[in-house]
């Protein structure tokens, strides 16, 4: 009987050992996973720009995959995948394993407006997951500097006079150009006519001679043109003021309540991205955006720089997608 209490008693060691030792690697593995996914990343990362090497979309990219880049201690590779809009390299990036190593440059175009306007092999908020905004640049209407009107109220006026007989220009149908300049005629409840083109210069060069009256373009491809005079801004379409042009008005300020078009960078992920690693990549762009150095680099384009969390980004697509949606509908523009 004492050899049986006595094993008994070795028994009851041995299962209070074993069930110290399960309890301790309970509290070790999280930890463990956790140092594991802070060791991201762990070779180059490849980020996608879905449109060709030189454009606005390219020099904003390699800006961000520098910052990133150095920031997270690994180098960024970008990746120009263009064609059909920034729809072939969307969808390239949406079929792409989701552990953070393949990342996309999106604009309003690829997220917003073309799924919005035509079949697309991904889903913008079931393929992706939003990262961080980098940058944003909002929108001019512009005129011919010959024209009567000073305001947004006399182009207003004037369209409302004769609907249909103010041309305005873009960079092609669907082009967040056209989406602005529909935005436009939607909300303050006007018609112009769309002139399309095959980009932005030779849009600019008719307005400038005469043959368009007004255009909706992005800041940095237009500051250099207002500032010289060459053509007259009436209003930006940012919720809020430019300091590149502090003393033009919103649109909502001229008499378009509502109105909001601004031309943004983003950091993209596909789904299904490990949260500690988008995590760590919002903290990367964040980071970037609050760099002097790419300030000032963002300043020389026009640009500023945003860097918010995941989170916010997510509710501002959300918030403008319902505007996109309602003037694609208004305007007929949906192939779909």
Not at 63 to 70: D, P, Y
Not at 98 to 116: E, R, W
Not at 147 to 156: A, F, G, M, N, Q
Request: proline share 7%; charged share 15%.
């Amino acid at each position: 009987m004492e050899r049986n209490a006595a094993n008994g008693g070795r028994r009851a060691v041995l299962v209070s050992v074993l069930a110290c030792a399960a309890a301790a690697c309970a509290g070790v593995l999280p930890a463990r996973a956790s140092v594991a996914a802070g060791h991201f990343p762990d070779r180059p990362i490849h980020l996608v720009v879905p449109f060709s090497a030189g454009g606005g979309t390219d020099v904003l990219g390699r800006l961000l995959a520098k910052s990133i880049g150095h920031t997270l201690g690994q180098s960024v590779v970008v990746e120009n995948v263009a064609g059909a809009g920034g729809i072939i390299g969307a969808q390239q990036v949406a079929r792409a394993p989701a552990d953070g190593y393949t990342l996309m440059v999106g604009t309003p175009g690829t997220i917003q407006i073309n799924p919005a306007m035509k079949p697309v092999r991904y889903d913008p908020q079931k393929d992706f997951v939003a990262v961080s905004q980098f940058s944003d640049s909002p929108m001019v209407l512009i005129v011919n500097k010959d024209t009567p009107w000073h305001s947004v109220r006399d182009l207003i006026a004037a369209a409302r006079a004769k609907p249909g007989g103010i041309n305005f220009g873009s960079a092609g149908v669907g082009s967040i150009a056209h989406l602005s300049g529909e935005m436009f005629d939607f909300l303050a409840k006007v018609k112009m006519t769309h002139v399309p083109y095959r980009g932005t210069a030779q849009a600019l060069t008719d307005l400038r001679s005469g043959v368009l009256q007004v255009e909706f373009e992005n800041m940095p491809a237009v500051l250099g043109l207002i500032k010289s005079g060459q053509v007259r801004a009436l209003a930006i379409g940012s919720a809020k003021r430019s300091r590149f042009l502090p003393d033009l008005p919103t649109m909502a300020e001229a008499g378009v309540p509502g109105y909001q078009s601004t031309s943004w960078t983003g950091l993209f992920a596909p789904a299904g991205t490990p949260p500690a690693v988008v995590q760590r990549l919002e903290q990367a762009v964040m980071a970037a955006a609050h760099d002097p150095a790419v300030d000032k680099a963002l300043q020389g384009l026009g640009t500023e720089p945003v860097g918010n969390r995941s989170a916010d980004f997510r509710d501002m697509l959300a918030r403008d997608q319902h505007l996109i949606d309602r003037t694609i509908k208004a305007a007929g523009l949906a192939s779909k």
